[in-house]
């Protein structure tokens, strides 16, 4: 029935108050009669509160059930909890919805608050990580998830978005690739991605690199030293032959020399521990070998910054530092100058190699880094390089959690800046530079 207006209900008490007060005025009592209709009025208003206030207690019996006001008062609260179920059967629905949705997805997904607690876990994350619900709810994910890997990069990831690949806690042979996004206020998912695929084909092609790598090199370190013998004592009609094969074969030597570089630099097996690093003694010895590749041709300046040191893996840096100084002699013109910098900066420690080369276009800039990409298959061929040489920086940079800055113009040349971040310097030192 629809709630009546307070008007109605007011009209009716009126109407029924001048009925009872004629009703008096004809019996002789009409004080009597109206003060005994008003406390039968309160006391019918107390009843119906009573049985309100009953049902409230438990509201899983029937709504009661009256006249008049408190009819209209019954039926709005029947409405009322009619429109709630429906309501909650809707929010019902939905959350059933998400959660078979969210227990399709083949990724295992977790909630953590702010402690690092999980809140919700869907049944991939039961399957994959080995959670037993609802008992692991509350639990603190680094529990459950061990290893100081995976603890460091959930302490790092409140700050920046980073990714981590890691092997599974119930299977060393499935491996898990791991993100995080924020979740509403002081939550973050956490998705986790089978990647043992991936991760196995990416270790057999480094394994095939390296194989390969190594079963190549020694017939043609057999062939370059067999060729270098001939130049000794060759016919003149074969010298020339012999002169080309002698630079074919070193190309592809030093192309099998990069390979297994890099092949080392991505093997998760072989790591170097990191240490402190002397680098300017390290440059000093790159300006030797560079003086000895440019054999005068070209005005080398290095600007070396004594003391300042770093932590890091010696030979990959000198491996990343040598390639940026043969590269900078390789694509710049005889008469050329070649500028190497080590010094502090507000940002941390950086290397800055500097040539007076022909440049490089800005198209090719953002895939300088890849492998085997080389800018101009002539130029590149005629300079010897591999194509593998900026990889490998951009590899030793990124294990070192520095950045490799590149600018270019055509005709004006090139700079390749590695920044490091200031936590690895090591004796910052306001000693000025020595220049050579």
């Given at each position: 029935?629809?709630?009546?207006?307070?008007?109605?209900?007011?009209?009716?008490?009126?109407?029924?108050?001048?009925?009872?007060?004629?009703?008096?005025?004809?019996?002789?009592?009409?004080?009597?009669?109206?003060?005994?209709?008003l406390?039968?009025?309160?006391?019918?208003?107390?009843?119906?509160?009573?049985?309100?206030?009953g049902?409230l207690?438990?509201?899983r019996?029937?709504?009661?059930?009256?006249?008049g006001?408190?009819?209209?008062?019954f039926?709005?609260?029947n409405?009322?909890?009619?429109?709630?179920?429906r309501?909650?059967?809707?929010?019902?629905?939905?959350?059933t919805?998400?959660?078979?949705?969210?227990?399709?997805?083949?990724d295992?997904?977790?909630?953590?608050?702010?402690?690092?607690?999980?809140?919700?876990s869907?049944?991939?994350?039961?399957?994959?990580?080995g959670?037993?619900?609802?008992?692991d709810?509350?639990?603190?994910?680094?529990?459950?998830?061990?290893?100081?890997?995976?603890a460091?990069w959930?302490?790092?990831?409140?700050s920046?978005?980073?990714?981590?690949?890691?092997?599974?806690?119930?299977n060393?042979?499935?491996?898990?690739h791991?993100?995080?996004?924020?979740f509403?206020q002081?939550?973050?998912?956490i998705?986790?991605?089978?990647?043992?695929?991936?991760?196995?084909?990416?270790?057999?092609?480094?394994?095939?690199?390296?194989?390969?790598?190594?079963?190549?090199?020694?017939?043609?370190?057999?062939?370059?030293g067999?060729?270098?013998?001939?130049?000794?004592?060759?016919?003149?009609e074969?010298?020339?032959?012999i002169?080309?094969?002698q630079?074919?074969?070193?190309?592809?030597?030093?192309?099998?020399?990069?390979?297994?570089?890099?092949?080392?630099?991505?093997?998760d097996?072989?790591?170097?521990?990191e240490?402190?690093?002397?680098?300017?003694?390290?440059l000093?010895?790159?300006?030797?070998?560079a003086?000895?590749?440019?054999?005068?041709k070209?005005r080398?300046?290095?600007?070396?910054?004594?003391?300042?040191?770093?932590?890091?893996?010696?030979?990959?840096?000198?491996?990343?530092?040598?390639?940026?100084?043969?590269n900078?002699i390789r694509?710049?013109?005889?008469?050329?100058?070649?500028?190497v910098?080590?010094?502090d900066?507000p940002?941390?420690p950086?290397?800055?190699?500097?040539?007076?080369?022909?440049g490089i276009?800005k198209r090719?800039?953002?895939?300088?880094?890849?492998?085997?990409?080389?800018?101009g298959?002539?130029?590149?061929?005629?300079?010897?390089g591999t194509?593998l040489?900026?990889?490998?920086?951009?590899?030793?940079?990124?294990?070192?959690?520095?950045?490799?800055?590149?600018?270019s113009?055509?005709?004006?040349?090139?700079?390749?800046a590695?920044l490091?971040?200031?936590e690895?310097?090591?004796?910052?030192?306001?000693?000025?530079?020595?220049?050579?």
């Amino acid at each position: 029935m629809p709630a009546r207006s307070w008007k109605f209900h007011l009209s009716r008490i009126a109407t029924a108050g001048a009925a009872l007060a004629v009703l008096g005025w004809l019996v002789g009592h009409p004080v009597k009669i109206l003060l005994a209709s008003l406390v039968a009025y309160q006391g019918w208003h107390l009843f119906n509160i009573a049985r309100l206030f009953g049902w409230l207690q438990d509201t899983r019996g029937p709504i009661p059930e009256s006249r008049g006001i408190w009819a209209d008062i019954f039926d709005s609260i029947n409405a009322m909890e009619d429109q709630t179920r429906r309501q909650e059967d809707r929010y019902r629905n939905m959350i059933t919805e998400f959660q078979n949705l969210t227990n399709a997805l083949p990724d295992a997904t977790l909630v953590i608050d702010s402690q690092g607690n999980i809140t919700w876990s869907n049944d991939t994350a039961t399957a994959m990580l080995g959670l037993r619900l609802p008992e692991d709810l509350g639990q603190s994910v680094t529990n459950l998830l061990r290893g100081p890997a995976f603890a460091e990069w959930l302490q790092r990831e409140e700050s920046k978005q980073t990714r981590l690949e890691m092997p599974s806690p119930v299977n060393d042979n499935q491996w898990l690739h791991v993100t995080s996004v924020p979740f509403q206020q002081h939550q973050r998912l956490i998705v986790l991605r089978d990647i043992t695929e991936i991760h196995n084909v990416e270790r057999i092609r480094r394994d095939f690199v390296a194989n390969i790598s190594h079963e190549l090199r020694t017939p043609v370190t057999v062939l370059l030293g067999y060729l270098e013998l001939l130049q000794n004592h060759p016919a003149s009609e074969v010298a020339d032959a012999i002169t080309r094969m002698q630079g074919q074969t070193r190309q592809m030597k030093a192309l099998l020399d990069d390979l297994l570089e890099l092949s080392r630099l991505q093997s998760d097996e072989i790591q170097g521990e990191e240490q402190e690093v002397d680098v300017p003694a390290m440059l000093e010895q790159l300006k030797e070998q560079a003086i000895e590749i440019s054999q005068g041709k070209h005005r080398l300046n290095f600007s070396i910054t004594p003391g300042l040191r770093l932590v890091g893996v010696a030979s990959d840096l000198e491996s990343a530092f040598r390639n940026l100084i043969i590269n900078a002699i390789r694509y710049t013109p005889e008469q050329g100058e070649v500028q190497v910098d080590w010094s502090d900066s507000p940002q941390g420690p950086r290397l800055a190699v500097r040539d007076t080369g022909i440049g490089i276009p800005k198209r090719d800039l953002p895939r300088l880094t890849e492998r085997f990409y080389r800018v101009g298959s002539d130029r590149a061929r005629q300079s010897g390089g591999t194509g593998l040489g900026l990889a490998i920086v951009k590899h030793v940079m990124n294990a070192h959690k520095a950045r490799l800055l590149i600018s270019s113009e055509l005709g004006e040349g090139s700079q390749f800046a590695c920044l490091f971040p200031p936590e690895r310097k090591v004796g910052a030192t306001a000693a000025s530079a020595v220049t050579d």
